[in-house]
């Protein structure tokens, strides 16, 4: 029967698309996501977290005549899906030959991990596969139907890209210092550090490399010798070697004319002066920016 599917999935070109889904909640705590295996002789995949898969009948049995396989990838790359029988009641067969699923290290059907019918719960399954994927491999004969089976999908060792203990970013003359200090690293590429003005548009004005993957505490500093006057936002993102990130929660400076160092001052037709001067100037700033000043 393997061989079946495996013909089927070369024929349509290996159909590669997201099974129907609609969410719902499992309890009161937690949402998961509703997954039904398929039977229509297509190979499908997803990706989650977290989710229940049904037999194609769902609440009712599961129909005859049926054929179908669903990959589950997990969401975090350093994460491996795991897969917890709930119910099972399947159409018996000393070899499991009418009605059966399989199941599979993998994206594939190379690492077989068992076929399955009756009514017996089957093991807990956790995918050893570098992508985390476990396949599932669904068929069902002409005859009788039952039940079918409900099977609780979760993520396994999922570690955070970084553990931060704080971020800080603190006003100094002409300067705003930014710290930030980690206890952990898991796959990390670089930080980049960005600054607004209103928290909703960002500028990148900094990027620190990561220090790839370590379990100690770590500080990193950068110096923005630019601020703007008033109030300042800046905050921090993680990004992995994989390119997927992480932002964290701003945080606020508030930079004083006081606060910044006047390098020059000229008045309105152009000349520097000094603090002698009398009338209207220029005061600019060693960040660049400049406001009229009456002396």
Same mark, same amino acid.
């Given at each position: 029967?393997? %061989? ?12 590669? #698309? ?5 969410? +719902? ?21 997803? $990706?989650?977290?977290?989710?229940? +898969? ?6 009712? *049995?599961? *129909? ?40 599979? *290290? ?22 050893? %596969? ?9 068929? #069902? ?10 099977? @609780? ?12 203990? =704080? ?37 990148? &004005?900094? @990027?620190?490399?990561? +220090?790839?993957? %370590?379990?100690? $505490?770590?500080?990193?500093? =950068? ?8 109030? $300042? =936002? ?6 992995? =070697? ?14 004083? @004319? ?15 002066? *000094? ?8 005061? &600019?700033?060693?960040?660049? #920016? ?6």
């Amino acid at each position: 029967m393997r %061989h079946k599917i495996e013909n089927m999935v070369i024929r349509f070109l290996v159909v590669m #698309t997201t099974i129907l889904l609609a969410a +719902l909640t499992y309890n009161k705590l937690t949402a998961q996501a509703l997954l039904l295996m398929p039977n229509d002789g297509y190979w499908y995949t997803y $990706t989650t977290d977290n989710a229940i +898969l049904y037999d194609d009948g769902y609440t009712s *049995d599961y *129909d005859n005549n049926g054929l179908g396989a669903l990959t589950i990838y997990p969401s975090f790359s350093s994460s491996k899906i795991r897969a917890d029988i709930l119910f099972f009641d399947i159409e018996y067969g000393s070899t499991c030959s009418w009605d059966v699923l399989e199941i599979y *290290d993998g994206e594939d059907f190379t690492n077989l991990m068992g076929s399955y019918c009756g009514t017996s719960i089957p093991p807990q399954f956790t995918s050893t %596969h570098p992508t985390g994927a476990l396949t599932f491999f669904w068929s #069902t004969d002409g005859s009788i139907t039952y039940p079918g089976f409900e099977i @609780r999908i979760s993520e396994f060792g999922n570690a955070l890209p970084i553990d931060l203990v =704080y971020f800080t970013a603190e006003a100094k003359t002409n300067k705003v210092e930014i710290e930030w200090k980690v206890a952990q690293e898991v796959n990390n590429d670089y930080f980049e550090i960005q600054k607004s003005i209103n928290c909703l548009d960002w500028e990148v &004005i900094a @990027r620190k490399d990561g +220090l790839g993957t %370590h379990n100690f $505490t770590l500080t990193y500093n =950068y110096i923005d010798y630019k601020p703007f006057f008033g109030v $300042t =936002y800046y905050r921090l993102k993680q990004v992995d =070697y994989d390119g997927n990130y992480e932002t964290f929660q701003p945080v606020s400076v508030i930079i004083n @004319r006081e606060d910044l160092e006047v390098i020059k001052i000229v008045n309105l037709m152009g000349q520097e002066v *000094d603090e002698h001067y009398k009338g209207i100037v220029l005061h &600019i700033y060693s960040n660049g #920016t400049m406001t009229k000043v009456r002396q």
